[in-house]
């Protein structure tokens, strides 16, 4: 039961456009959301969060959108840059129990 | 230091040998997590200890031992492994008293079961 989707395995943008990735929850009780980016035979890396009380998160050239009726995250990084290549997790919490479920992950490709 | 260390990087071992993953950190985090992550696939959660107390056991077989001998440190015993059990194996870890904190994961230790 794959509690967090994320519906795109892939997506292929040019450099210097938007890219969205998005994501979809299914447990009401998740309450903070994050993303994440990994590249092969590394450990996740943090990028950004939003807890359910808020409905955007911005940090530079990434901002985090949450529609809590909708059980949808999106994250938007603009400009894209050829080192945004990576594969990018979203990931969900009940902060009371710790516990940081993982999506299934989409591939950015940013073409130069 | 928002560092998260593990050791070793790659790890070959037969399914007879015992074998340890350590992990190190030291942000004073008190929750502390393993992860296992296949090829193409999402980090699945195992274990997750909080205030070095085991919190969480999602179901991890028995050959698969966690252990948190202090605030900073966390070991994952392995023994009789299978070869489905090859993968990269994640430590992370949150501060694990305030709400709304992101988890900090290590480099990764990738095991080959033979």
């Known amino acids: 039961d794959q509690q967090v989707k994320q519906n795109s395995p892939s997506l292929s943008v040019q450099e210097g456009r938007i890219s969205i990735l998005n994501c979809d929850y299914t447990?009401?009780?998740?309450?903070?959301f994050l993303w994440y980016k990994k590249y092969p035979a590394e450990g996740p890396t943090f990028l950004i969060s939003?807890?359910?009380?808020?409905d955007k998160n911005e940090d530079g050239r990434f901002t985090v959108f949450l529609n809590k009726s909708a059980k949808h995250l999106s994250l938007h990084i603009v400009p894209s840059q050829p080192g945004d290549s990576a594969v990018y997790f979203c990931?969900?919490?009940?902060?009371?129990?710790?516990?940081?479920?993982f999506g299934t992950g989409t591939r950015l490709k940013v073409l130069a | 230091d928002t560092e998260v260390t593990q050791t070793p990087k790659h790890l070959v071992m037969g399914m007879t040998n015992k074998k340890s993953l350590k992990c190190e950190q030291h942000m004073g985090h008190r929750a502390m997590y393993w992860y296992k992550q296949k090829a193409k696939k999402p980090p699945e959660l195992m274990f997750v200890y909080s205030y070095e107390k085991l919190s969480i056991n999602e179901s991890v077989p028995s050959r698969f031992s966690p252990e948190c001998p202090n605030s900073s440190l966390l070991n994952l015993h392995l023994h009789a492994l299978q070869p489905e059990d090859s993968a990269l194996y994640l430590c992370a870890s949150s501060q694990g008293r305030s709400l709304y904190t992101e988890a900090f994961f290590g480099q990764g230790t990738r095991l080959t079961v033979v």
């Open positions: 939003i807890s359910s009380i808020k």
């Open positions: 447990n009401s009780m998740f309450d903070y």
């Open positions: 990931a969900a919490s009940d902060q009371g129990t710790y516990k940081y479920i």
